[in-house]
């Protein structure tokens, strides 16, 4: 909720005496009025009549000011039938939810949670956003570590539980968006699958996700009941070591199947079993993936070996500027049509060395093995025999995965498309650097030339 205009309170605390934060938002906005009503009644019959006059139009000035944001707080050991203040704190996330109200933040005890499931609060209102803009409940923690078992967001269709942030939490099971509008994750970690099903407007960011064995690790799955996942947001995480010791299991770090408007933009995938990235041939919308890094898939033990690093086959999808270690799997045959991959490096082969298959796709300004064509219906790219010596190291099992920074002379230095490609790299760094847009996630060197000044005059004297 929006704090108090600054205008009105210095002008209205002079008359609202007892003017407090209310602590329980339930009620916080009609008791203000109450107790600012009950001030102007209990004062009417000292005040000149020139003073009420200048008192009323205040009041109803400031009485449609919402209430201050308010903060509440649980604890392992909280009761829900507390209000969910300090003192009296609750247990569950659910019953905060249903205390607070838009813009409120709930702080949570170190400790160890049981499952916990949202469900909807209809007094919690706003627009939705792509990332979380301050209209949102927050849950966040007050100490030390939060670990949640498990988390659902509205099991039934139909009610979705709206605005809903969480920061900095760790989810060791099972995270899944059932039905949810504005539900946002920022530095968090996930040691268990995250899923959306019917979410409008997600994001995942700036988080750890993975080191777990046999599930996925993100699954963006639509066609339930016709509905897609739609308008949702990962980036900037680490996803990494989704693993397999079962020879029938398919652990795919990213999966999506039937999503509508999805940005993936900025993430490092490394030591995963399988595939990096799995789309859909049912993905629709706008779809792009760009500026992440998708380390070489590891076998580990027992379980399967899948060899691709990425298989994207929704229509339309926009692949570019990513370090692919590995190759590509393409389908074909009404799946990936009308795809443009530009500006990325990939180690291995796309499809079986061949251009991507979909009708109307263009593959161009990559930087990719000798394998591949050098024509894909776009302008040329570039074909190596040996790509690895770009990078400062390749090392697809060491504990973060391959440093895929680019190197001092690196052939994808000043490849991408000089007149397209995303204003930053994956380390935030504007673009392009140097004498173009590097291909790839990674620009290369540290700092933006700078344009040559244009207004310099001789002066004599
Ligand atoms: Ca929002
Ligand atoms: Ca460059």
Redesign the pocket.
């Known amino acids: 909720m929006k704090q108090p205009s600054s205008d009105c309170e210095k002008s209205c605390k002079k008359y609202w005496h007892t003017y407090v934060e209310v602590p329980t938002s339930a009620d916080r906005y009609s008791t203000m009025v109450q107790m600012v009503l009950t001030y102007v009644v209990t004062r009417l019959a000292g005040l000149r009549q020139s003073t009420i006059r200048f008192i009323l139009p205040l009041f109803l000035l400031c009485s449609v000011v919402p209430a201050k944001a308010a903060t509440y707080y649980l604890a392992t050991n909280g009761n829900d039938g507390n209000p969910c203040s300090q003192s009296l704190r609750c247990q569950s996330f659910n019953r905060a939810y249903q205390v607070a109200r838009s813009g409120d933040t709930v702080l949570v005890a170190g400790g160890n949670y049981s499952q916990q499931n949202i469900v909807r609060n209809a007094n919690i209102t ?4 792509q ?6 409940v927050t849950f966040k923690p007050e100490t030390g570590t939060v670990n949640v078992s498990g988390l659902g967001i509205s099991t039934t269709r139909g009610t979705p539980a709206e ?1 809903i ?1 969480f920061e900095g939490l760790t989810f060791t099971g099972f995270t899944v968006i059932s039905s949810g509008n ?1 539900v ?1 994750f920022t530095r968090c970690t996930f040691r268990a699958l995250f899923m959306a099903l019917w979410a409008n ?1 997600y994001s995942v960011r700036n988080s750890d996700i993975g080191s777990h064995n046999e599930a996925d690790g993100l699954d963006l799955y639509g066609n339930v009941d016709g509905v897609q996942p739609t308008n949702g947001l990962i980036e900037n995480n680490i996803i990494h070591d989704i693993s397999t010791t079962d020879p029938l299991a398919h652990p795919d770090a990213l999966a999506t199947y039937g999503v509508n408007n999805l940005t993936v933009r900025g993430n490092k995938f490394y030591k995963n079993a399988c595939i990096n990235y799995r789309g859909d041939g049912a993905d629709r919308g706008t779809i792009v993936i760009e500026n992440n890094t998708f380390g070489q898939t590891v076998s580990y033990a027992g379980g399967i070996s899948c060899g691709p690093s990425a298989q994207i086959h929704g229509d339309g999808a926009l692949i570019r500027y990513n370090t692919i270690e590995g190759s590509v799997q393409q389908v074909g045959s009404g799946e990936g049509d009308g795809q443009l991959w530009e500006g990325n490096i990939i180690t291995g082969n796309v499809g079986y060395g061949q251009c991507p298959v979909g009708s109307g796709t263009i593959a161009q300004y990559n930087v990719w093995n000798s394998n591949n064509p050098t024509n894909c219906g776009g302008a040329a790219n570039v074909g190596l025999a040996n790509l690895t010596s770009m990078f400062v190291t390749i090392s697809p099992t060491g504990s973060t995965g391959s440093d895929l920074h680019l190197v001092a002379g690196a052939a994808a230095i000043d490849r991408g498309n000089p007149s397209r490609y995303p204003s930053t790299d994956l380390d935030g760094k504007t673009r392009p650097i140097g004498g173009g847009p590097d291909a790839g996630a990674v620009e290369f060197g540290t700092t933006a030339k700078p344009d040559p000044p244009t207004n310099l005059s001789v002066v004599t004297n």
């Open positions: 706003g627009s939705n956003s990332i979380p803009d301050g209209n949102e605005h942030a504005d946002h407007y």
